[in-house]
């Protein structure tokens, strides 16, 4: 499966931003998704991650109650959705994909997308 991330861009502190990846390829499986980050000089952090059927989802607790994932199968898209964004936000995001059972972790996911960069200015 290939995956794009698309909607970052440069925001001032407490904006929002809306991330959408659309995985194309073997769409017809039942992929888990993960949304990862990664601030220069750091390690690739998890984000949030969202079950297949969408009932399940789990997120870092930097970013609960700010961040919502969601997904529309119909579209095959998954989407960010970015609140009160902070300038420690600022990061290359990146949208990950997984068979069947949802996972938090860098090493759970085999495909990953190119990132896109957020950028919360102060």
């Known amino acids: 499966v290939q995956l794009q991330a698309s909607g970052g861009g440069l925001v001032q502190a407490g904006g929002s931003l809306r991330l959408s990846c659309a995985p194309s390829g073997r769409t017809g499986s039942s992929f888990a998704m993960g949304w990862f980050r990664q601030a220069p000089g750091n390690e690739r952090e998890f984000v949030a991650a969202i079950s297949w059927t969408g009932d399940n989802r789990y997120y870092a607790d930097s970013v609960k109650d700010r961040f919502t994932v969601s997904r529309d199968n119909a579209k095959n898209t998954v989407y960010l959705q970015m609140n009160s964004l902070k300038p420690e936000d600022t990061a290359v995001y990146y949208c990950?994909?997984?068979?069947?059972?949802?996972?938090?972790?860098?090493?759970?996911?085999?495909?990953w997308g190119q990132g896109t960069l957020v950028t919360v200015s102060s």
């Open positions: 990950a994909a997984r068979l069947f059972s949802i996972a938090t972790t860098v090493g759970g996911y085999a495909h």
